[in-house]
């Protein structure tokens, strides 16, 4: 059974402060990785996708990989109250479908 | 450039009826999944659909459920006989190639905002 595991949380941060979510995943074999975020109620938004080991920036969003570890992180720079929500972490499965784990909900504090 | 479009957006059901979910991909996505969300839940896959063909039913109940993508028409997820352990959000997500072309993998899943099922 494929697994991707997260810390359900909630995680809370100051505002301004650096949030860093946290992600493992059983296949070794998996190549691509996905954190989206969701709004209680929405719909799923992707965030940042990393396919290679090492970090990967978008603005103040950076993704983190490592595939020898089977671990993949997302940090959040400058941690705005807009960005409580809960992230999740998703995995490609072998027939191209997405595993998510169940999601770390962040609550940035004013 | 319209997103992924799901219909009804909330969908009301007595026991016993019958739910029926669409789903329009992105305009140039020929490749659809379903996935539902229970209450305080991750995202469960349950289908991946290409036109007139199921790839993968892995993660679809094996009974009152069934799901089609026709040649013409959206993507319809079938719920017979809805139970209360029916309610959750299904969402539906589609991407423009098979993840197993190259390149393919990588290639996100865009979702659309779902339809909230609620059995009575």
């Known amino acids: 059974q494929k697994e991707v595991e997260q810390n359900s949380g909630p995680l809370s941060v100051p505002e301004g402060a650096i949030a860093s979510l946290n992600c493992t995943y059983s296949?070794?074999?998996?190549?691509?990785f996905f954190w989206y975020r969701q709004y209680s109620g929405k719909s799923p938004e992707l965030i940042m996708s990393?396919?290679?080991?090492g970090d990967k920036e978008d603005g103040r969003f950076t993704a983190q990989l490592n595939k020898a570890s089977q671990y993949v992180s997302l940090l959040i720079r400058d941690s705005q109250p807009s960005d409580s929500a809960t992230y999740l972490c998703?995995?490609?499965?072998?027939?191209?479908?997405?595993?998510f784990g169940k999601g770390t909900k962040l609550s940035v504090k004013p | 450039n319209a997103g992924v479009m799901q219909n009804p957006r909330h969908l009301v059901r007595r026991r016993g009826q019958e739910a029926r979910l669409r789903c329009s991909p992105m305009?140039?996505?020929?490749?659809v999944y379903w996935y539902r969300q229970l209450p305080e839940e991750g995202l469960k896959f349950m289908v991946y659909?290409?036109?007139?063909?199921?790839?993968?039913e892995s993660g679809m109940p094996k009974e009152r459920f069934s799901a089609e993508f026709p040649k013409e028409g959206p993507s319809i997820l079938r719920i017979q006989q809805v139970v209360r352990g029916d309610s959750a959000a299904y969402f539906c997500?589609?991407?423009?190639?098979?993840?197993?072309?190259?390149?393919?993998?990588?290639?996100?899943?865009?979702f659309g905002d779902g339809t909230r099922l609620s059995i009575l």
């Open positions: 990393i396919y290679s080991n």
């Open positions: 659909l290409q036109k007139e063909n199921i790839i993968d």
């Open positions: 998703a995995v490609r499965g072998s027939q191209g479908n997405l595993i």
């Open positions: 997500a589609s991407s423009p190639n098979s993840p197993h072309r190259t390149g393919g993998s990588n290639q996100p899943q865009h």
């Open positions: 305009k140039g996505h020929s490749h």
């Open positions: 296949d070794r074999v998996s190549q691509s």
